[in-house]
């Protein structure tokens, strides 16, 4: 009986824990919405997502997002072209070369590497992986999208990587036997029957890393400059949504002006972008759900 | 251990029944000598000692746990992947030995085919689960070429009828019964030499059963058969030769018939009769 009670206690604890981040998630989202609504009240939205042009600090404003989206895709493009093939590759390595010792070493070094603070990468990116960036790149500006782009990609490579690998190693042994009863090679089995059966595993891992790029703010905030340029361009200043939103925070805007609500009209679509990214993954999971028995 | 079927000759082994020698024509194929298997510490096969014929059936026989799926995997170098396993002795096919310093393990594959205890299906079409072998072996030239094998390998499992209005379907979405023999039509459409099955019928019903078991007496003009299998009946219809495993030994190893009818040790009869294991 009081073990039943004590359930019940665990059960209700447990519930309240839920309730906490769903209350606190839906909390989030109501201030940006409100603020949103307030900004949209004064700023056309066409402007918002069409305009090449962000100014909204300067006497001139313009409020045209779209220099701080390519911003951050730029950036978080580069980042991903760094992890995702090379956390692919150390993912197979790991989950299907390696041997155990090997794997001991490497799985929590990877791991500390993530728990590395992201101001250190930022100043890693422009105190050194510019400078030497420079040396083969004359062109390349002190602040620009390539160098913390490659930052972020060697941060998001251990979660890539990681996750990667989990999916691999979830992956029956039965079916590895499978391929090697057929004749087929580490390297076949590896890449045509691990890789495919831990699909949805893996673009989990891929799209979590994308997001956490989109949303990386530290190393762009130091290192890419702040200059909201509509450019694809990776050598050149630029500003993402992140590094914009940290500048208006931590300047001297007064709160509750134009200026200061753009920061959660580009937050909201920040949050609509990661948003629309896990549902991409849902997806993607439920095409390629692994049914095994 | 009692067997009436001597490893020597290395070609021809005589065969002894009752007392009377009655000639085993079929070469051998497998010839097994003194393997022991350890996974880590623990020992799981001890001595063995076999020589298997080519174009027969063999059954290995004996309670769970004794090392019956384990020494089949040893004839196809499957368990060079579990970590920690090791093996001596010898294993020679067609006279090559198989755990040789210069044998191509996967080459080796290709020659002695598998069927798993647990069907292992890839998840892939069903057509490609087939045609993943041809594919990684070059084996046909033409997509015609490789749909014709599929074809056939599948109607050679049984399993054509039910399946070539959904060949592009996912195989997961297959019944058990119709997992395993997908599994087997994987396994003979790369034509192997020797086909190793292990309990191939234990997730199936009677009738998919009885199909399996007419494919096996059908496939053993072409292949080599070692079939293991918990199912005494089973044993006594489809195999040819029988092999009875105990603890990781083998303990009796010889005509099926005479298994059943006349076994030499104690332990065997028991087991085939149903009073242990
Ligand atoms: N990967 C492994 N690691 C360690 N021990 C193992 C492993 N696989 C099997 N064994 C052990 O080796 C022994 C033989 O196992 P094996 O699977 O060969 O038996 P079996 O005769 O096929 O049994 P069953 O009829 O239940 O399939 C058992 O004691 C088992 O626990
Ligand atoms: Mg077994």
């Known amino acids: 009986m009081s073990l039943r009670r004590g359930e019940r206690a665990i059960e209700a604890l447990l519930f309240l824990c839920a309730l906490a981040s769903v209350g606190t998630t839906a909390g989030i989202i109501v201030v940006l919405a409100v603020e949103t609504f307030a900004f949209f009240g004064e700023v056309s939205i066409v402007e918002f997502l069409t ?65 590395v603070p992201t101001v250190v990468y930022g100043y890693f990116a422009l105190t050194f992986v510019t400078p030497l960036l420079q040396q083969w790149l004359p062109g390349l500006s002190g602040f620009n999208a390539l160098s913390p782009g490659i930052v972020m990609g060697l941060m998001i490579l251990p979660l890539v990587s990681s996750l990667s690998e989990d999916a691999m190693r979830a992956v029956p042994r039965g079916l590895r036997e499978g391929a090697y009863a057929l ?6 089995t590896a890449l045509q029957v691990v890789v495919p059966a831990a699909f949805s595993g893996i673009t989990a891992a891929v799209i979590l890393a994308a997001s956490r790029a989109i ?12 200059q909201p340029r ?37 937050g909201m679509l920040l949050f609509l972008m990661t948003f629309a990214l896990n549902l991409l993954s849902s997806w993607l999971r439920a095409r390629f759900r692994e049914e095994y028995n | 251990m009692t067997t009436d079927v001597r490893p020597l000759p290395p070609t021809l082994s005589s065969v002894v029944r009752a007392g009377t020698p009655v000639a085993e024509t079929a070469p051998v194929k497998i010839d097994v000598r003194n393997l022991n298997f350890y996974y880590g510490q623990k020992r799981a096969l001890d001595g063995i000692s076999m020589a298997i014929h080519a174009n027969r059936v063999t059954a290995f026989i004996g309670p769970s746990g004794c090392g019956k799926s384990t020494f089949l995997r040893t004839l196809n170098r499957m368990n060079d992947i579990i970590p920690g396993a090791r093996v001596d002795g010898s294993v020679t096919i067609d006279g090559h030995d198989a755990y040789g310093s210069g044998v191509d ?73 119709q997992q395993q023999r997908l599994c087997i039509a994987r396994a003979l459409a790369i034509r192997p030499d020797i086909l190793l099955m292990d309990e191939p019928a234990s997730a199936l019903d009677p009738i998919a059963t009885q199909r399996i078991e007419e494919l096996v007496y059908d496939l053993k003009k072409a292949y080599t058969i070692v079939i293991v299998t918990h199912n005494m009946q089973q044993a006594a219809r489809v195999s040819d030769y029988t092999a009875f495993f105990w603890l990781g030994r083998l303990v009796e190893y010889g005509r099926t018939d005479r298994i059943f009818t006349a076994p030499a040790e104690k332990l065997t009869e028991d087991y085939v009769t149903g009073r242990c294991g």
Request: cysteine-free; glycine content about 8%; proline content about 5%.
């Open chain 1, 51 to 115: 305009g090449t042009e962000w100014t909204p600090l300067f006497a001139t404003k313009h409020f045209g997002v779209l220099p701080l989206l390519l911003g951050t895709t730029v950036v978080s493009v580069i980042a991903l072209v760094v992890a995702v093939p090379t956390g692919l590759l150390s993912a197979i390595y790991l989950s299907e070369y390696a041997p155990e010792r090997v794997r001991r070493v490497v799985k929590p070094v990877l791991e500390i590497l993530a728990g």
């Open chain 1, 183 to 188: 004749g087929a090679t580490r390297m076949q």
């Open chain 1, 230 to 266: 509509f450019t694809a361009n990776p050598f050149v200043p630029i500003e993402t949504m992140t590094a914009y939103i940290v500048q208006v925070s931590l300047g001297d805007t007064p709160q509750g002006t134009l200026e200061y609500r753009t920061i959660f009209a580009v």
């Open chain 1, 215 to 226: 949303g990386e703010t530290m190393i762009v905030a130091i290192a890419a400059g702040q």
């Open chain 2, 105 to 177: 393990v996967v080459s080796l594959r290709r020659q002695v085919g598998m069927v798993f205890q647990k069907s292992n299906p890839f998840p892939k079409s069903i057509f490609e689960n087939v045609a993943y072998g041809l594919r990684i072996n070059n084996l046909t030239r033409s997509k015609a070429e490789m749909a014709e094998r599929v074809e056939e390998s599948l109607r050679a499992a049984a399993i054509w009828d039910e399946v070539k209005d959904r060949l592009h379907e996912s195989a997961l979405a297959l019944s058990g019964g």
